[in-house]
């Protein structure tokens, strides 16, 4: 799979392309995905042979980020959250592996979370023309963003927003957002993790098919899992599985050099 990967980047001016040149709505998902694949795995093995893919993927994720901040489907267009998270998650892999990540990425992607934020930064919309009307699915998404980017466990936002996760609990159907908010509330701890553990162990479990040609696998209950398919959901439900064992939570001990300090919008509590 990684060396599919290291064959089929496409290199370019702008560093290298994980995604077709076509304006497809998935474009950027798939470079994010890769670039967090190939920059995780650098990490893990210290593989010299993957250090120019992950830099190239690296370097085309920062030529590409819009003026305001944002990445979407394709280059040129203004960012959503969405796409920005799976960019936001790449390059924290990049980070852990010793790729480099211009400090003017990481503050243009504070800018775009600024246009997207409401309730001081603990709810986050799809796209800033919709900020007074924020999902959770993107507030998840829009947390973890915050607390890679640099946010205490003692921020306003990230307290709410963990709050709020925690009152909505864990859903039989959005995946994605179950994806994003299961890392959020392991990186948060306690007992709210502790409770939306409990539910979304057992849930995955239990929704898992036993049987037949898709045993292993989880059926497509997702609302955006249509295109994706079974693949999709049975990726998000194994991810979602080892967050315990891909990710140390951060507010438990220092993990990495952050580059940014604090809460850089000033949302955070005295």
Not at 60 to 74: E, K, M, P, V
Not at 88 to 117: C, P
Not at 128 to 133: G, I, N, S, T, V
Request: proline share 5%; net charge neutral; with cysteine.
């Amino acid at each position: 799979g990684l060396n599919y990967l290291v064959e089929h980047g496409a290199p370019t001016s702008q560093g290298i392309r994980f995604c077709s040149d076509s304006r497809q709505q998935s474009n950027f998902y798939v470079h994010g995905l890769a670039t967090i694949a190939l920059c995780e795995a650098l990490a893990m093995t210290q593989d010299v042979r993957l250090r120019p893919a992950a830099e190239g993927a690296v370097q085309f994720i920062a030529a590409n980020q819009h003026s305001q901040g944002g990445w979407r489907y394709f280059p040129g267009q203004p960012g959503d959250t969405s796409v920005v998270a799976w960019q936001v998650m790449g390059l924290k892999s990049a980070q852990f592996s010793r790729v480099t990540v211009s400090a003017k990425v990481m503050k243009g992607i504070e800018s775009f979370l600024q246009s997207v934020q409401s309730d001081r930064g603990s709810r986050y919309a799809y796209l800033p023309r919709e900020r007074d009307r924020p999902r959770p699915s993107m507030t998840a998404a829009g947390l973890l963003c915050r607390m890679y980017l640099g946010w205490r466990e003692n921020s306003i936002g990230i307290k709410s927003g963990v709050r709020y996760l925690d009152e909505l609990g864990p859903s039989r159907d959005d995946m994605y957002y179950n994806y994003y908010a299961t890392q959020v509330l392991h990186h948060w701890g306690g007992e709210e993790w502790d409770r939306w553990n409990a539910v979304m162990r057992e849930h995955l479990v239990r929704t898992q098919r036993q049987d037949g040609h898709a045993a292993g696998s989880w059926d497509v209950t997702d609302p955006h899992g249509g295109p994706g398919g079974r693949l999709y959901m049975t990726t998000l439900a194994i991810t979602t599985l080892e967050v315990y064992y891909r990710h140390l939570p951060l507010y438990n001990r220092d993990l990495i050099e952050l580059p940014l300090e604090g809460d850089p919008t000033g949302l955070e509590s005295p």
